[in-house]
């Protein structure tokens, strides 16, 4: 008798169990195989058990049968004759397995005709179940051999996934109907559950199979549209053509997205909807923007330095600048450093050197005009809820110039200004910071945009103004005003020939000496840029137009007195020295929006109670200065402190419709006090600049070289200006320093000894 375990099988009387030889062999030891040897079958509780026998692996019930066939294929038909009860095994050495078994009789309550029809209803479903798989003719060969529930059972046994204590469960059931009863319940369960996954994957399967056909079919029509739009281009729709677009652009992967979805949208909305036009308008901005990165290409120095000069006389620090910013651009290859800020008078050229700039880069130039504006979302853009939904100007911009690294120059920063559709200024902080506009979101098109490559330009005429956080980050360069020399070579290389040009003139017909232009400087315009002087280049040219087109053969020259004849305007009256000296007046410097002017300071006693009467709309900073300039003389001269409290004191700054205000005229201020209680006369081609504070310290002052030059122009000869801002005079002009005495102090008593006040009253220094 040969004894084989079996695991996760059903097993049943008078039905025929197919096993690998091996699995046979391996357990009939030396006896070796032969139809007809006696079998006995017995069940594994588990798995490991199955490959690790123990007597207790096994469960009570087996069943008997005999070898009924050995196919030369590799297997052994076992045919199962009775079941058994296992009294006893033993476990050999060798894995041998030794039996004592008692044959466990049926109860046979099931009648025949029961049966049949049992078997007949269920071969009936297993062909049916069969009918849905690509196996069902041969699955018929099989279900003719089934001639009871047993053998359909011990059939679909391998293929059954059921526990082994329910397949055990049909083993050791006594009672023929109801073993009947769970081998029907086994069956029919495990084919519904394979109809079900049957039909789930035939459902997948074809929507797999519709999902491949669709794409096919997609791909195709790819095809055949790409070849009828290559052969009428004039009849491609939007709606392709936005495809194309999206597909091309290069787009990160949100903007995309969002642009696939505002191009679903309009293909749903169709042509006649209300909101076509701001989709269709939409897709066009988002489309056209440069969305691929610019490659970062070398750039020659020597020619971007040349560039610049060609563009622009002088200003060779702010030349130096723009160099160092493109060498280091060269050696990172990318655009790097920080924002600069142009700051300095109208006119001297902050807003065209930003396009010098993009033509010494080779890149497109953009300017936005800052002025003015009031409203967030003309910096970040409307969002598109709102009708007129527009971009903000920075992204239109970028848009206009095609390109995603040009040139932007921010013009008049300064004159943002704050409303309660938010802070413009604020919305700029993310465009002008390195760390974040890589992501910068325009609300307009709600999708982040990079920003880094784009070489911001900032300009204004003054830094009050600007926020700080905004200030920050900036590096500010100051743009100095120009000198007479200066102006007259920007004038005879640059403004002169277009301003011809414009008009017309040929360069053989008229000739502007310098002398004429010399006399337009100083007589006819009064700032540090030179937007004066080209306007009044340009009346000169258009005037003399006439002239050119009356007399074509004739040559103009135009001298000093043609520019009196011909200029249709009145000079400009500059502040000049006073022609008498009078005690209680001094020169002062100060500074204005359109570069330097000088200043006088008046002052006089009159009958009164000890008031200060200050005039010529002083500012606040400037009324200070006054007050502390008085305190400092009543200290400085005691024995004149009467003179205060028996008189009123007026001080006054002549202009008296212009504004004035800062801490500079502290020390011109004191001087004029001195100069009134002690009588003393002030040379008035001695000018003064300079912050004062109670302890007669002379404290530094901003916008030195525009006072050091209308100092120049106005003929002063001697200048005071406090000793910490001696490093500022590498900024003026040599012909400035060449033709004016320049005194560094530290306190008030060395400007009132060096203007002889201390001396003349007997005071030491």
């Known amino acids: 008798m040969i004894v084989v375990p079996v695991y996760n099988m059903i097993l049943a009387p008078d039905a025929n169990i197919y096993f690998n030889i091996n699995q046979v062999r391996r357990n009939a030891g030396d006896k070796g195989l032969a139809v007809g040897e006696r079998v006995v079958l017995i ?13 207790e692996s096994f469960y009570p019930i087996g ?46 309550d099931m009648s025949r005709s029961v049966e049949k029809e049992k078997l007949d209803g269920m071969l009936e479903e297993m062909r049916r179940f069969a009918s849905g798989f690509e196996w069902a003719d041969s699955a018929e060969y099989w279900l003719r051999q089934i001639d009871s529930l047993e053998r359909a059972a011990c059939v679909m046994s391998p293929w059954m996934d059921i526990p082994n204590a329910e397949r055990y469960a049909i083993l050791a059931e006594d009672s023929r109907i109801k073993r009947a009863e769970l081998i029907e319940e086994a069956l029919y369960g495990f084919m519904e559950v394979g109809r079900i996954t049957n039909e789930a994957m035939t459902s997948q399967q074809e929507e797999h199979q519709r999902m491949y ?98 563009d622009h006389y002088g200003l060779t620090k702010v030349k130096d600048r723009i160099i160092q910013q493109i060498a280091v651009m060269n050696l990172k290859k990318e655009q790097s450093g920080s924002i600069l800020l142009f700051v300095g008078a109208p006119g ?25 504006i009031h409203d967030e979302s003309d910096i970040r853009g409307h969002r598109r809820t709102y009708i007129g939904a527009m971009p903000g100007r920075i992204m239109d911009g970028i848009h206009k110039s095609g390109v995603s690294n040009p040139v932007v120059v921010l013009d008049e920063v300064d004159k943002l200004s704050a409303s309660y559709h938010g802070s413009p200024a604020s919305a700029l902080l993310e465009v002008l910071d390195p760390e974040q506009n890589n992501t910068f979101t325009d609300h307009y ?9 784009v070489m911001f330009i900032c300009t204004a005429n003054t830094t009050d103004t600007i926020p700080e956080p905004l200030l920050n980050r900036m590096e500010v360069i100051q743009f100095s005003g120009y000198t007479p020399i200066e102006k007259l070579s920007i004038a005879r290389e640059h403004l002169v020939p277009k301003s011809m040009e414009a008009m017309g003139i040929d360069p053989q017909m008229m000739e502007v000496t310098d002398d004429a232009l010399r006399k337009i400087i100083s007589d006819y315009t009064m700032e540090a840029g030179v937007r004066g002087l080209r306007k009044r280049i340009d009346t000169l040219c258009r005037v003399l137009a006439v002239r050119v087109a009356s007399e ?21 009256q500059h502040s000049k020295i006073l022609p008498e000296p009078k005690a ?24 009164g109670k000890g008031e200060i009467i200050i005039t010529g709309q002083l500012g606040d900073v400037m009324k200070e200065s006054a007050r502390i300039a008085v305190s400092l003389v009543k200290t400085l001269f005691p024995d004149k402190a009467e003179k205060f409290s028996e008189n009123d004191l007026h001080i006054h700054v002549p202009e008296g419709a212009v ?56 003929g002063i000869t001697k200048v005071f200006i406090p000793e910490e801002n001696e490093y500022d005079l590498k900024d003026v002009a040599d012909e400035v320093k060449e033709k004016i005495e320049i005194r560094t102090v530290r306190k008030v008593g060395e400007v009132l000894t060096e203007v002889g006040i201390l001396a003349a009253v007997g005071k030491p220094a």
């Open 43 to 55: 069940v594994a509780r588990d798995n490991e058990s199955y490959r690790n026998l123990t007597p």
């Open 63 to 108: 069943i008997a049968g005999e070898i009924k066939e050995i196919n030369h294929q590799g297997y052994v038909v076992i045919h199962t004759s009775y079941r058994v009860d296992i009294d006893n095994v033993e476990i050999g050495a060798d894995d041998a397995i030794r039996l004592t078994i008692t044959r466990r009789n049926d109860i046979d």
């Open 213 to 310: 056909r669709e794409q096919a079919i997609k791909r195709q029509m790819e095809h055949l549209q790409k070849e009828l739009d290559e052969m009428h281009p004039e009849n491609v729709t939007d709606i392709r053509k936005f495809e194309q677009k999206i597909a091309e652009s290069g787009m990160n992967e949100t903007a995309r997205k969002e642009a696939e979805k505002v191009l679903n949208r309009l293909k749903q909305e169709g042509s006649q909807s209300a909101e076509t036009g701001m989709l269709y308008d939409y897709l066009d901005f988002v489309t056209g923007l440069s969305w691929k990165k610019e490659e970062a290409s070398h750039i020659d120095l020597d020619k971007a330095r040349e560039v610049l000069d060609e």
């Open 348 to 372: 001297t050229g902050k807003t065209s050197i930003g396009k010098s700039i993009a033509r010494a880069l080779g890149r497109e130039y953009v300017r936005v005009s800052l002025g003015g």
């Open 445 to 453: 098109m709600n999708v982040p945009y990079d920003l880094s490559d």
């Open 552 to 572: 074509p053969d004739r040559k103009i020259t135009v001298t000093a007195d043609v520019v009196d004849e011909e200029i249709d305007a009145r000079p400009v």
């Open 584 to 607: 209680g007046v001094v020169t002062g410097l100060a500074w204005t929006p359109v570069g330097g002017e000088i200043l006088y300071i008046e002052t006089m006693f009159t009958k």
């Open 659 to 714: 504004p004035k205000d800062g801490p500079s005229a502290g020390i011109a201020l004191t001087t004029a006090l001195s100069s009134l209680v002690t009588g003393c006369v002030v040379d008035p081609h001695i000018a003064m600049t300079g912050e004062v504070a109670l302890r007669g310290a002379v404290t530094p002052i901003g916008g030195l070289p525009e006072k050091l030059m209308a100092a120049e122009r106005a």
